[in-house]
């Protein structure tokens, strides 16, 4: 995939580079080096705050799949020795007792998601302001565009926003998530309260304008909903349509399986055939029965499913909207499906938040 993280806010000095011969007349409204700042290790915490909670989540699973197992396998080795048997009866015990705190309690689990929802969404909403601002200031940027003193005077207004939102959003941040994840109506997501786009048509700097956007907006969000959708990218890591490919055919193959071991045990009964009617039979047939919960938990720790149904809901939304920008006749059109694509990522931040701040890795 052509796709890179975070160029739209131009992140890296190649990215800043391009925007420059991109787009000479407004790079200024499009270069933050303040945002740029704040946003650098909020998301790099986040993304390895991701990493550790899942960890851990995986863990939970894994140890409770492995208690189940030993102990629905109990009758393959009850004549072992008794100290033998006490061994594996502790080694079970302690990996369901451990399962139990990492997942129910979320030792080790539930504060590392919780950062990651917290500084995911403090990036989001650095990338909201960001974008906010470009599309309230449009008048202000065109005019800038040719005079430099209404350069600095939009570049000093920009600055004034961003610290009052740095003041009253980003130092409350876990607040504000806890506000998202249980509001009925966590609000329209507007940050920069759009202004008076007294726009000339023919202003030379116009279409620049819009082709930014498009560029590092309409573009970039469209493509990062084909990289998550993707089928054809890495077997597990960041593929939710591979993750569902996969957990759905374990869990399918472990039903398919109880069906067989079943009707072995049946024509075992039937024509009096020891080792189908034996207890190994049955505790496979146990055994797929625990690999297909254990699949279906880790369904509902990823939740593929539901990223790949909002990806795609989303994507169709992003392509409609930029259908409306393109068909848009008058810069007044433009603006205002710009200003769709600003509360649609903002509605998406949210529906991406609650989903993840409800799944648990519990078996």
């Excluded at 570049?155 to 959003?169: E, G, S, T, V, Y």
């Excluded at 969000?221 to 759905?248: E, H, M, S």
């Excluded at 869990?251 to 072995?264: D, E, K, N, S």
Aim: glycine fraction near 8%; charged fraction near 25%.
């Amino acid at each position: 995939m052509s796709y890179v993280f975070n160029t739209d806010i131009l992140l890296n000095e190649a990215d800043r580079e391009e925007a420059r011969r991109e787009f000479p007349h407004v790079y200024f409204a499009l270069d933050n080096a303040s945002l740029r700042e704040t946003f650098a290790p909020f998301d790099a915490r986040a993304n390895l705050s991701k990493t550790r909670s899942r960890r851990w989540g995986v863990v939970a699973v894994l140890l409770a799949t492995a208690a189940l197992l030993l102990a629905g396998g109990e009758m393959l080795y009850h004549h072992l020795p008794k100290y033998q048997l006490r061994l594996l009866a502790g080694i079970g015990g302690v990996a369901g007792i451990v399962s139990v705190v990492i997942g129910v309690f979320g030792i080790m689990y539930r504060k590392r998601k919780m950062r990651w929802l917290a500084d995911r969404l403090a990036t989001e909403r650095l990338r909201q302001f960001h974008f906010q601002t470009f599309v309230a200031g449009a008048a202000d940027i065109l005019r800038g565009a040719r005079d430099e003193a209404a350069r600095e005077a939009f570049l000093r207004k920009r600055d004034i926003h961003f610290d009052a939102f740095r003041n009253a959003f980003l130092t409350r941040i876990d607040d504000e998530l806890a506000h998202i994840v249980h509001a009925e109506d966590p609000g329209d997501g507007v940050i920069i309260e759009n202004g008076a786009h007294d726009i000339d048509p023919a202003d030379p700097a116009l279409e620049e304008y819009f082709k930014a956007y498009k560029r590092l907006r309409f573009d970039r969000q469209i493509g990062y909903c084909d990289l998550v959708l993707r089928k054809d990218d890495g077997l597990w890591k960041n593929a939710p349509v591979r993750q569902a490919q996969i957990l759905g055919g374990i869990a399918l193959a472990c039903v398919f399986g109880i069906l067989v071991l079943h009707g072995l045990v049946f024509l075992g009964a039937v024509a009096d055939i020891h080792w189908m009617k034996g207890p190994l039979i049955h505790v496979f047939a146990i055994w797929a029965a625990i690999v297909a919960l254990s699949a279906r938990t880790f369904e509902e720790g990823f939740q593929p499913e539901r990223e790949i149904e909002r990806m795609r809901s989303y994507r169709l939304s992003l392509k409609k909207l930029a259908a409306q920008f393109e068909k848009a006749e008058d810069p007044q059109g433009k603006i205002e499906a710009m200003k769709g694509l600003e509360k649609l990522t903002h509605e998406e931040m949210v529906l991406f938040l609650k989903g993840n701040y409800e799944a648990q890795f519990v078996m």
